[in-house]
């Protein structure tokens, strides 16, 4: 069974930081793409970022790019997005998702293509 936990969310002053963990297990961790989601209030499941194991690179949002960091550990089987500099418009919550699939090939596509998702964790950010 394919399970993904997110954990690390909390409430934090703007330009404050946050480090939000996925812990995977059930599929191959070293072989599937990885994304982070993000839900606003009233508004729809986004991509943020996508970790994509065939080319060994990360995509991001434009509207999080030079702030947030994703990266994982194989040993774990644990996903990270290092969130910096964070806004008040970061606010809600972040999910991890992930399909079976190796790329980052539209990643930021519906949340419907994905196959499993986390719990989600949610983030504050005050003004």
């Known amino acids: 069974e394919v399970q993904l936990v997110e954990s690390g969310g909390g409430l934090v002053q703007a330009g404050g930081s946050l480090r939000l963990s996925c812990a995977a297990s059930g599929f191959n961790f070293d072989v599937y793409a990885i994304t982070w989601f993000h839900q606003a209030p009233g508004k729809e499941r986004k991509g943020v970022s996508c970790?994509?194991?065939?080319?060994?690179?990360?995509t991001y949002a434009d509207s999080v790019k030079g702030r947030f960091t994703m990266f994982s550990d194989i040993a774990t089987n644990t996903a990270y997005l290092q969130m910096n500099n964070l806004k008040p418009e970061d606010t809600g919550v972040y999910y991890c998702?992930?399909?079976?699939?190796?790329?980052?090939?539209?990643?930021?596509?519906?949340?419907?293509?994905?196959?499993?998702w986390g719990q989600g964790t949610q983030v504050t950010v005050s003004s």
């Open positions: 998702a992930t399909r079976q699939v190796s790329t980052c090939s539209y990643w930021d596509g519906p949340y419907y293509t994905y196959d499993w």
């Open positions: 970790l994509g194991r065939s080319e060994g690179r990360t």
